[in-house]
């Protein structure tokens, strides 16, 4: 499995040289580990697949866009694959509404939160970086059980009921676990902010 | 000085990318002008990271990497000229609009009563929103109120106090159905706030119920 220092320097590569085989290396990492996240938070199987690709085929094309010193790649990765899957959602959304295609979609806009991500204010993109190292540190620190149930909010509501019925647990349960390790991770980001 | 912020919970959906259509809007708004919770999503969106980091990978099809391989090649479809200006009624001076409503149709505003109007938001892709606009003069009362579902508010400008406590510009509040308020206008200026509702709105007086089907909630 490549570092991430290897996996920044491969984006690297795909920015400035448009190189295929580092685009292949970083598509063999990070497309599987998509599929699988968008799989777990409710996505059909063969959608999960076509996102992943499309996730992909958006980091060759953004990957001058890249910034490491603003974000972990990982991190960047993700916040693609989030925003095609609200976007799929919501168009598969339309097409069940009224039975049409959907005539507004445009490919290029930009959800919200990216949109938000593309315009950060100076000193936030200093502190970028930091903070993220800080927040994966605040994770290790976290125990297994919080950190699993921390990813379950990334998942959909029904993905929170599955679970809940595997574990057997009332689904009120599964929702407060995820609220004490929100607040634990809380406090263990407070103690690193300056 | 924004005092009113959502809760984590909101701010890790809002990370996570599973609120609703008019809730992400809303939270978006937010996110805009409030540079601590910006912050706080952007912890968020390092969990989503890590988790993708730890995950147990899926099995892509054998054939994956040549098709995306092939699709690269495609240039991006070109936009269609220039994007199309979707309508917005006026602002007062100084007023921006959020840029979380820049997919959205905004009505022109609509008179509910004296020195009050609303303006329909429509969200692209969804028909289950209810986001609007309510644009209230200075000193003036809205009726008393409970919600049904969970209403957020994002406060574009003035200021308003429910009894509860001070909104101001760039506040947030998360309101259901525990809470029964009648928000009074401060009398520094009109106020317009962004909100979503998840539920019917109730109101307690016949008048302000005919309001409330006028603005369709």
């Given at each position: 499995m490549?570092s991430?220092d290897?996996?920044?320097?491969?984006?690297?590569a795909v920015?400035?040289?448009?190189d295929r085989?580092?685009?292949a290396?970083l598509?063999?990492?990070f497309?599987?580990?998509?599929?699988?996240y968008?799989?777990r938070a409710?996505t059909?199987?063969?959608?999960?697949?076509?996102?992943a690709q499309?996730?992909?085929?958006?980091?060759w094309r953004k990957?001058?866009?890249?910034?490491?010193?603003r974000?972990?790649?990982?991190?960047?990765?993700?916040?693609?694959?989030?925003?095609?899957?609200?976007?799929?959602?919501?168009?598969?959304h339309?097409?069940?509404?009224d039975?049409?295609m959907d005539?507004?979609a445009n490919?290029?806009?930009e959800p919200?939160?990216?949109?938000v991500?593309?315009?950060?204010?100076?000193?936030e993109?200093?502190a970028?970086?930091?903070?993220?190292?800080?927040v994966?540190r605040?994770?290790q620190?976290?125990a297994?059980?919080?950190l699993q149930?921390?990813?379950?909010s990334?998942y959909?509501?029904q993905?929170?009921?599955?679970?809940?019925s595997?574990l057997d647990?009332?689904?009120g349960?599964?929702?407060s676990r995820?609220?004490?390790?929100?607040?634990?991770?809380?406090r263990?980001?407070q103690?690193t902010?300056p | 000085?924004i005092?009113?912020h959502?809760?984590d919970?909101?701010?890790?959906?809002?990370a996570?990318?599973?609120?609703d259509?008019?809730?992400?809007?809303?939270?978006?708004?937010?996110?805009e002008?409030?540079?601590?919770?910006?912050?706080?999503?952007?912890?968020f969106?390092?969990?989503g990271?890590?988790?993708l980091e730890?995950?147990?990978?899926?099995?892509?099809?054998?054939?994956?990497l040549?098709r995306?391989?092939a699709?690269?090649?495609?240039?991006?479809?070109?936009?269609?000229a220039?994007?199309?200006?979707l309508?917005?009624?006026?602002?007062?001076s100084?007023?921006?609009?959020?840029?979380s409503?820049?997919?959205c149709?905004v009505?022109?505003?609509?008179w509910?009563g004296?020195?009050m109007?609303?303006?329909?938001?429509?969200?692209?892709?969804?028909t289950?929103?209810?986001?609007?606009?309510?644009?209230i003069g200075?000193?003036?009362?809205l009726a008393n109120?409970t919600?049904?579902?969970?209403?957020?508010?994002?406060?574009?400008?003035g200021s308003?106090?429910?009894g509860r406590a001070l909104?101001a510009?760039?506040d947030f509040?998360?309101?259901?159905?525990?809470?029964?308020?009648?928000p009074?206008?401060?009398?520094?200026g009109?106020?317009?706030?962004?909100?979503?509702v998840e539920?019917?709105l109730v109101f307690?007086?016949a008048?302000?119920?005919m309001?409330?089907?006028?603005?369709?909630?």
């Open positions: 490549p991430g290897e996996l920044i320097e491969l984006v690297r920015a400035l040289a448009s085989g580092a685009f290396v598509f063999k990492h497309a599987p580990r998509i599929k699988a968008l799989v409710g059909a199987s063969e959608l999960a697949e076509e996102l499309e996730t992909m085929i958006a980091v990957a001058a866009l890249f910034d490491p010193a974000a972990q790649l990982s991190t960047w990765v993700f916040t693609i694959a989030r925003n095609l899957r609200v976007d799929a959602l919501r168009r598969r339309d097409a069940q509404a039975g049409s005539s507004n490919p290029d806009a919200l939160v990216q949109a991500h593309d315009a950060p204010q100076p000193d993109q200093l970028g970086a930091r903070r993220e190292a800080a994966r605040a994770l620190q976290l297994p059980e919080q149930i921390l990813w379950l990334f959909d509501e993905s929170h009921a599955r679970i809940a595997e647990v009332p689904l349960t599964v929702k995820i609220r004490l390790a929100v607040g634990h991770l809380r263990l980001l103690g902010e | 000085m005092a009113h959502p809760s919970d909101l701010l890790l959906r809002a996570a990318g599973t609120l259509a008019g809730a992400a809007i809303v939270v978006g708004a937010h996110l002008s409030c540079s601590a919770c910006r912050t706080h999503v952007r912890a969106e390092s969990v990271g890590a988790m730890s995950i147990e990978p899926a099995l892509m099809a054998p054939e994956a040549a995306t391989l699709m690269i090649d495609t240039p991006p479809v070109a936009r269609s220039a994007p199309t200006r309508p917005r009624p006026e602002l007062p100084g007023v921006n609009w959020p840029r409503l820049a997919d149709a009505s022109r505003w609509h509910m004296p020195g109007r609303w303006s329909r938001v429509t969200v692209p892709h969804t289950d929103a209810n986001v609007f606009l309510l644009r200075a000193g003036k009362a109120h919600h049904s579902g969970l209403e957020l508010t994002h406060v574009m400008c308003f106090h429910d909104f510009a760039g509040d998360a309101a259901d159905g525990s809470v029964h308020h009648q009074v206008l401060e009398s520094g009109e106020c317009i706030c962004l909100a979503s539920g019917r307690d007086s008048i302000a119920r309001i409330g089907s006028l603005v369709g909630i």
